[in-house]
């Protein structure tokens, strides 16, 4: 079992960029959660996806949108980057049901520069 | 939503010691408090969970403790080992809302 998959491990951009990062959820998970974490922060909760609906969102801009693709795995975008988007995004796996034991990414390092 | 306050923000121990760990929540109906440990560079993994109906949960040298009329739980580790040394984060459920973190030292 491959776990989360998360693609690219680290990518750079400048401000007003826009980027795309991906994410696979582990074996039998539908649910996606995606996360952002800032140095020495602790994950802050963007959204979740699950049947292709964003079902609960944090409170990020509408700069962040996402996807969910009919395998489950997820995309997260983020558009006209700025320098505080710099972080640690998580993508973070769960099935629906009582167990909600969130599985992590090993994530993806973004720098806006 | 949610808000999750957790202290300390760095414990030191002695290997050995035991390490509490504290975290209160705001909203009355979650129901769910996992605790993530985060070694330097790694993904979060969960080491353990406690669901409201549940008072206390042991697992081997980890334990949680859920107060729910008070609105806090903690995270209880005996016998620290240097390899226990990361940063810890208590959350709370619905989507999970993370504590700042406790960065643990565990000194041989």
């Known amino acids: 079992d491959a776990g989360v998959t998360q693609s690219p491990t680290h990518l750079i951009k400048t401000r007003g960029q826009q980027v795309t990062l991906r994410c696979s959820p582990k074996s039998g998970h539908d649910t996606v959660s995606w996360y952002q974490q800032a140095l020495g922060q602790g994950p802050q909760f963007i959204f979740q996806y699950y049947e292709e609906e964003e079902r609960q969102r944090g409170n990020f801009p509408d700069r962040f949108s996402g996807h969910q693709f009919p395998n489950y795995s997820s995309e997260l975008n983020v558009n006209a980057l700025l320098l505080g988007d710099s972080a640690l995004y998580l993508c973070a796996s769960s099935s629906t049901g009582p167990v909600r034991e969130l599985f992590f990414g090993e994530g993806s390092r973004l720098t806006v520069l | 939503g949610e808000n999750v306050e957790q202290h300390p923000s760095t414990l030191s121990v002695q290997e050995g010691d035991s390490a509490v760990i504290k975290c209160t929540y705001s909203d009355s109906a979650s129901n769910y408090f996992p605790w993530y440990k985060q070694e330097l560079g790694k993904r979060p993994q969960l080491i353990i969970d406690i669901r409201s109906n549940v008072g206390e949960k042991k697992d081997q040298r980890i334990a949680v403790t859920l107060n729910k009329t008070a609105k806090h739980f903690s995270l209880h580790i005996t016998e620290t080992q240097p390899e226990d040394s990361a940063v810890y984060f208590c959350?709370?459920?619905?989507?999970?809302?993370f504590g700042k973190g406790t960065m643990l030292l565990v000194s041989p």
């Open positions: 959350a709370a459920m619905c989507a999970l809302t």
